[in-house]
């Protein structure tokens, strides 16, 4: 019997991610039935079945999964909006959607942004397209053929087109150029994956020197179906078969038979079909490249393997590019480290990290990459040793540094050492905290709150490191505290009476009536939350931990000001700020008024201040008494005018009628408080 194997059955370096993330995920898992993955992971019933009797559950749609659940998302991908789903049900995701794939959605995503319409190559109920649609809202016209139907629909706009990753790459370009032929401003994404390209390339080139071809994958698996068309176009006899037991019992063995599989055929089921053909006593495989006999089991394992998953191996970093590494392991195929797996700072590119040359020692995260590449991963390494570090962090009640990476639905990831750290929302900070995006790239201080060894998952908490640096600075604050001593404090937050200032640990009260000398209707009026202040405390009280606060500086008092610097006699311009019947109340400096008495406005009889003044109005005055003591203050204009224009003696008699009056109401007034507004009742003066 002479078989061919190609090179590139088997797994992408995409489902591969993921099938091997699961994996991890269902042998670590400590109850059965809380990884969820969102609809099928891949097309092949042997690997799901697998997985679900490890105990992973696979749910085809958002509201099916219950909340909290842990969620793989398949390489296929999905839209923004069931993202959004799974987060309003906060659920920890795990997004292991292809990068090529992720690529497509950015495409999408900025183009339809853009205003295009956006046209997808490939089969409309596919997961991967579906998925593909949702970041342009599913407005995406979608064909896998030739359509003259679709030309009304595109009208005159500008179109992007993308494939999906798996379609056939001839047929693709048959549609771009219908399309480009019939419509005026088209941009093209190739967005076919090389490895499936490769695929379909050696299996059209396998096809066509095979008497017999075997496509081997789910029969649900897109790329796989492509493979079987394309082995049809040159091959007689193409079988498409899920495992061993759908090939046919009167297969031929004496032809030449060449064996292909889609990228979500696991190795062991190629490997099994070529193995039971063994037994049925084939006895020699002819590689597709050099004919040289070997047994079946062996040349495919050769053809595949040359690194085991989990390996942790040397290579030399032999390119950097903006996305991923390329690592020279020594063996026939060289190793990919995707960014994804070499760091998870955002701000972090590969050029920062290796340079061409670098030793550098990886985990092997997957073989049998159709792409020539096996998949690596520096992240996998660090979490290794970051594990260790959180573990004996936890046991001795150590605090952790890290960074976080990611805020999430219900809290934020703080990696360590490529460990990641769930830290609660309630746990974010020592306050209520609704927003965790300010954190977001910053580093934080935490303790291990929990550790799931099984799950490997870590509950942190920086409250806990908070509060406990608090209660140091208030014990520091009352072994220390007493009346006048001053504080530089921090407006924490400003109430109706009064602030809250956040004196190291402690926070103290700050009265309305300690925040100015001046009148003020609310604290915010002369601060505001995060201002620094110079305090001192008034009173505080041990026992009930409450703190009074002054601030108001007795060499700031305007009224201990006017008296160094006034002097009866004086004249000074002063600013008419407020007018009663019996005269008018005008500004010396900012809080300290003196009384113009109606009598001394005007040196002829006027029968209300306003006859002659205005609010506002800056006038010349004399002082002509002062009485600090009860913050009193005499004015006069009269004082300042010519003395031959003094009035007739008949009229001063009447008018110290009406001073007599009008001395009563200024006592009055001064009694209550300089400054204050005051209800005339004018009828009855
Ligand atoms: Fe990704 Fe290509 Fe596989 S797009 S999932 S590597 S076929």
Redesign the pocket.
């Known amino acids: 019997m002479n078989i061919m194997v190609a090179k590139t059955a088997g797994?992408?370096?995409?489902?591969a991610?993921?099938v091997n993330f699961a994996y991890d995920m269902v042998q670590s898992q400590k109850t059965p039935g809380t990884i969820i993955g969102l609809g099928e992971l891949i097309h092949n019933g042997h690997v799901i079945k697998e997985l679900e009797d490890k105990g992973m559950v696979f749910k085809e749609h958002v509201s099916d999964i219950g909340y909290a659940s842990q969620v793989i998302i398949r390489?296929?991908g999905v839209g923004p909006s069931i993202i959004e789903g799974l987060s309003k049900r906060q659920c920890e995701i795990f997004d292991y959607t292809?990068?090529?794939?992720k690529k497509i959605h950015q495409i999408v995503s900025k183009k339809y942004k853009e205003g295009c319409q956006i046209v997808i190559i490939g089969n409309k109920n596919h997961p991967?397209v579906i998925g593909i649609n949702g970041w342009c809202e599913n407005t995406a016209i979608v064909l896998d053929d030739v359509d003259e139907n679709i030309l009304s629909k595109i009208g005159e706009k500008c179109i992007h087109l993308v494939a999906q990753?798996?379609f056939n790459k001839k047929k693709f370009y048959e549609i771009v150029n219908f399309i480009k032929k019939n419509c005026k401003m088209v941009a093209i994404s190739d967005t076919i994956?090389?490895?499936?390209v490769k695929?379909q390339e050696e299996t059209f080139a396998l096809s066509q020197i095979c008497d017999i071809m075997i496509v081997i994958g789910g029969r649900k698996s897109s790329?796989t179906v492509k493979l079987y068309e394309i082995c049809m176009e040159n091959c007689k006899e193409v079988y498409l078969i899920e495992n061993f037991e759908d090939l046919p019992q009167n297969i031929n063995f004496k032809k030449k038979i060449g064996i292909t599989a889609g990228?979500s055929t696991p190795s062991c089921i190629i490997e099994e079909v070529i193995c039971k053909m063994e037994e049925k006593e084939m006895t020699s495989v002819a590689q597709n490249s050099d004919n040289e006999e070997m047994s079946f089991a062996e040349a495919f394992e050769q053809s595949l393997k040359t690194l085991n998953t989990g390996d942790v191996v040397k290579g030399t970093v032999a390119e950097v590019r903006p996305n991923e590494v390329i690592v020279d392991l020594g063996f026939k195929s060289d190793g990919i480290i995707p960014l994804s797996e070499l760091t998870d700072d955002p701000d972090m590119t590969p050029e920062k990290l290796v340079k061409v040359g670098d030793e550098i020692e990886v985990f092997v995260v997957g073989v049998n990459?159709?792409?020539g590449k096996t998949l690596l991963s520096r992240k996998k390494l660090e979490a290794i040793a970051g594990w260790k570090t959180i573990t004996e962090a936890y046991d001795k009640g150590e605090i952790l540094t890290g960074k976080v990476i990611q805020v999430v639905n219900g809290g934020m990831i703080v990696s360590t050492t490529g460990t990641r750290v769930f830290v609660p929302i309630s746990q974010a900070n020592d306050r209520y905290t609704q927003d965790l995006t300010p954190f977001m790239g910053k580093e934080v201080t935490y303790k291990i709150l929990e550790i799931n060894e099984k799950r490997r998952k870590v509950v942190g908490s920086v409250k806990a490191v908070l509060q406990e640096q608090n209660k140091i600075l208030e014990d520091k604050f009352w072994g220390e505290a007493e009346a006048g001593k001053k504080y530089s404090g921090v407006v924490k937050s400003l109430t109706p009476f009064g602030a809250f200032i956040d004196l190291g640990g402690v926070d103290g009260l700050l009265h309305i009536s300690e925040i100015s000398w001046s009148r003020i209707k609310h604290p915010s009026d002369v601060l505001s939350v995060g201002q620094l202040l110079e305090v001192y405390i008034k009173d505080l009280n041990v026992e009930t931990k409450k703190i009074s606060l002054g601030f108001k500086k007795i060499e700031d008092n305007p009224w201990a000001i006017a008296q160094n610097k006034f002097n009866e006699g004086d004249v000074v311009s002063v600013k008419v700020v407020r007018m009663l019947p019996f005269g008018a109340f005008a500004e010396l400096l900012p809080s300290v008024d003196g009384l113009i008495h109606i009598s001394q406005i005007s040196n002829k009889r006027i029968a209300q201040p306003s006859d002659c003044l205005e609010i506002g109005q800056v006038v010349d005055a004399q002082i002509t008494a002062l009485d600090w003591e009860n913050k009193k203050i005499s004015l006069s204009i009269r004082a300042l005018l010519p003395k031959e224009e003094a009035p007739a003696p008949a009229a001063a008699s009447q008018e110290k009628t009406q001073e007599e009056l009008a001395d009563t109401s200024y006592t009055e007034e001064m009694n209550v408080t300089i400054g204050d507004a005051i209800k005339i009742d004018t009828d009855e003066n």
Do not use: I, K
Not at 98 to 101: A, E
Not at 193 to 196: G, Q
């Open positions: 797994f992408c370096f995409g489902v991610r993921a390489a296929h292809c990068p090529y794939v991967e990753t798996t994956c090389n490895a499936t695929r790329n990228a990459d159709a792409e």
